[in-house]
């Protein structure tokens, strides 16, 4: 956020520049042009832009028949100030050039340097041409060094060449003129407040380009606190905006975010003031061209009456005349009257568009905070469809023949799975929003079920992996599975991509017992790849970092190493890579698990357990709530192979005419439907039905739907796309039926 301060300066300056520049000069009419120069300078700052106009071009016009060429100067200073104020950039640089001329022709240097300190303003306020505002301040500095070092009048162009290089980010070239402006301001007393507030500004944003926070955040303190006591709100909002900045930049979120509270109401009250001013220079501006367009009609009455005493006999002519400066007045003044009616409404649309502003940035953000859910979904769902169908034909004798094709297709929908969950896990690790789990799960299903999923990357590379696991590790544990799944995923993945003809290592040992249960644990991933060059070991764990390599052309985004990097930091746990070109690379980490004491069936393989119970099933009815066809069928196909009788439902409505219809042994129920939703239907269905499970089966960011889902009744989760044997676990945890077996 930037905000106008240097017109501050600009407008001390102009003070500066008159009441020094010009009043070395003695005599009665130099002081009635002194009074002239303050006379335009208050109708200025009333907005009487008419008046002050025409004050701005006496003082041209006196002061031109003394040849006076500095208040000459002053005039068409003046002159290019309002039209700056107006945004009338081809005006304002006009009167400035003019401006120059006059300065040139006074042969005094603090004149010239004021002007083209001035011109300098004028690049930085209506075009943003930095490079042009540099120049004009260097020559303006270099023409105010004949008037002594700490000479009060070289602060403003001092401090605007400052601004200008922190504004480029470019602080060590600032740095000098920062300590000029310091020395001028400490040796003199009488400067007014303003620059040392906005010194205090500028030095730090100084600190925060050289990422010293700690100082910048004191300079800023400071500085916040002597404009807030003298009232000065802009440079109150400035100072708050970059200490804003600075929290942010040093980690301190919540100071952070108070201080973005405090910019906000600090914002909306500037902003009213904004408002305000621009309603009188809109009023200032209509009000001049009324004069101006009135100034034109007099001369051109003045010429006609001249006409009109020249030719007095010429009474018919004269009475044309007359009718036609008439209709011309009239239309005039109706052209005038459109014009008025067209800025006031202007402005009101003006405000109305601030307002909508407003409204659209609030909605913004939210949609930000909505954006990585929606994807989550949008993206997740026809994979569910893409995943389980080509994983159902799989299973399809017939379908033998295109077996290696229906292997790639599932491949490469697995694939970019990973890759959505990958940006995912790497958007929430961002916004620290991953926390552990605890859940039991058998480590050596879990390290099968990884090795079972790289199946067909292994027969594309000709590799092969080699699993060893400490027995003394327990085979049942408690922790989070499914960030150790994505850890060894992303390690294992990275293995098989940059290894050919070779061996993947997954080694697994325990490093011990601790008094209260916890194991600790240390992996390793070993390959005999092309390795990783010691200079590169540190840079492979950025994002979208990769290792190039001549020999070989690898697909991927370079999100997996720095992904295992931030969930190890949940972990309170850190990667280590030994590796060099040619040899390999093993990459290790340590965790503690928990060994689960209690029993359960959970370790039994659920699909075996489900095709030995044949028929048994045929009695669990489930129903399968979901609005998508192809997601029905592929949940639908999956319970009927293992002998499940199902029923489908469209959405939330047609899923409680179901249940008050018939009885269900667990209901799948979809979270996002048209007409009613999955947590409305699951609240609904509770109000009359407190037994059948009612598991969520949703593509939706699990993290941020658990809560509203878990406490509008529903019993678990299913995360599509999901694996089968899970999937099957979890029904059958749910099912009355596991007792029975």
């Not at 109305?352 to 953000?365: D, H, T, W, Y």
């Not at 439902?649 to 667990?666: M, P, S, T, Y």
């Not at 995360?719 to 059958?732: E, S």
Request: a neutral charge; charged letters at 25%; aromatic letters at 8%.
């Amino acid at each position: 956020m930037k905000f106008p301060i240097k017109l501050v300066l600009f407008t001390l300056a102009i003070f500066s520049f008159v009441e020094q520049g010009f009043t070395q000069d003695l005599g009665i009419s130099i002081d009635s042009l002194q009074q002239l120069v303050k006379k335009t300078a208050d109708q200025q700052y009333a907005y009487d832009y008419k008046g002050a106009i025409t004050s701005a071009s006496l003082i041209e016009k006196e002061a031109l028949k003394i040849k006076n060429y500095k208040y000459a100067c002053a005039g068409n200073v003046r002159l290019g100030s309002i039209y700056l104020a107006m945004r009338d950039s081809t005006n304002s640089n006009a009167y400035y050039q003019k401006a120059l001329e006059y300065a040139l022709l006074s042969k005094n240097d603090t004149v010239i340097s004021g002007v083209y300190n001035d011109i300098g303003n004028s690049y930085m306020e209506l075009g943003g041409d930095l490079q042009a505002a540099r120049d004009s301040f260097e020559k303006a500095i270099e023409l105010s060094k004949s008037i002594g070092q700490n000479n009060p009048e070289r602060i403003a162009p001092l401090m605007n060449i400052a601004w200008v290089f922190i504004d480029l980010e470019q602080p060590l070239k600032a740095l000098p003129y920062l300590n000029d402006s310091r020395e001028i301001i400490e040796s003199d007393a009488k400067l007014h407040v303003l620059y040392s507030i906005t010194l205090d500004i500028l030095r730090g944003r100084y600190h925060m380009l050289r990422k010293k926070n700690e100082r910048s955040i004191g300079v800023l303190k400071g500085a916040l606190e002597r404009a807030h006591n003298g009232g000065f709100l802009q440079q109150e909002l400035e100072a708050q905006s970059y200490l804003s900045q600075v929290y942010e930049q040093s980690g301190d979120l919540n100071a952070a975010i108070n201080s973005l509270k405090a910019v906000k109401e600090l914002d909306a009250n500037y902003n009213a003031i904004i408002r305000a001013q621009q309603f009188q220079q809109e009023s200032a501006k209509l009000k001049l061209k009324e004069y101006e367009e009135s100034l034109i009609l007099a001369k051109s009455e003045q010429s006609i009456s001249d006409e009109l005493a020249v030719k007095s006999e010429q009474k018919t002519n004269i009475l044309s005349i007359a009718t036609i400066i008439c209709f011309v007045a009239f239309i005039t003044a109706f052209l005038l009257y459109i014009s008025r009616r067209k800025i006031t409404k202007k402005l009101n649309e003006n405000n109305v568009q601030l307002v909508l502003a407003k409204e659209e940035a609030e909605r913004l953000s939210k949609l930000k905070t909505q954006f990585f859910s929606t994807v989550s979904h949008e993206l997740r769902t026809p994979l569910y469809g893409v995943i389980g169908l080509s994983s159902i034909l799989l299973e399809d004798e017939k379908l033998n023949s295109h077996k290696d094709d229906l292997k790639s297709l599932k491949f490469s929908a697995d694939y970019l799975l990973a890759l959505i969950n990958d940006v995912l896990t790497l958007n929430k690790a961002d916004a620290n929003g991953m926390k552990l789990e605890k859940a039991p799960f058998n480590l050596e299903k879990l390290i099968k079920n990884i090795t079972n999923s790289f199946a067909f990357s292994l027969q594309q590379n000709n590799n092969k992996i080699q699993v060893r696991i400490d027995p003394d590790l327990p085979k049942r544990l408690i922790g989070d599975s499914i960030k150790l799944s994505q850890i060894l995923m992303n390690l294992v993945g990275n293995a098989v991509k940059f290894n050919e003809n070779g061996t993947i290592e997954i080694v697994i040992k325990s490093l011990g017992k601790s008094g209260n249960g916890q194991y600790q644990t240390q992996f390793f991933i070993k390959d005999n790849g092309i390795g990783i060059p010691l200079e590169k070991q540190q840079s492979i764990f950025e994002e979208f970092s990769q290792i190039e390599s001549n020999n070989y052309n690898y697909q991927g985004t370079g999100l997996g190493l720095p992904i295992v990097k931030k969930l190890l930091s949940v972990y309170d746990s850190a990667i280590e890579l030994k590796s060099s070109p040619g040899n390999g690379a093993i990459f290790s980490f340590k965790i503690q698990l928990e060994e689960n004491l209690a029993a359960t069936k959970e370790d039994e393989p659920v699909v075996d357990l489900i095709e030995s119970t044949g028929s048994v099933f045929e009695n669990m009815h489930i129903l399968i709530v979901d609005d998508n066809k192809i997601n029905q069928k592929v949940t639908q196909r999956v319970l009927e192979r293992r002998h499940f009788r199902t029923t489908l439902a469209d959405d939330g409505l047609q899923a409680i005419e179901q249940v008050q219809k018939q009885r269900f042994n667990l209901i799948l129920m979809d979270i996002h439907m048209p007409i009613m939703g999955g947590i409305e239907a699951t609240i609904k269905i509770r109000d009359y039905n407190k037994t059948t499970p009612i598991i969520a089966l949703t593509a939706v960011e699990i993290e941020e739907a658990r809560g509203q889902i878990i406490e509008a009744g529903m019993n678990d989760i299913i995360l599509k796309p999901y694996d089968v044997a899970q999937f099957l676990t979890t029904i059958l945890r749910h099912l009355s039926i596991v007792q029975e077996v």
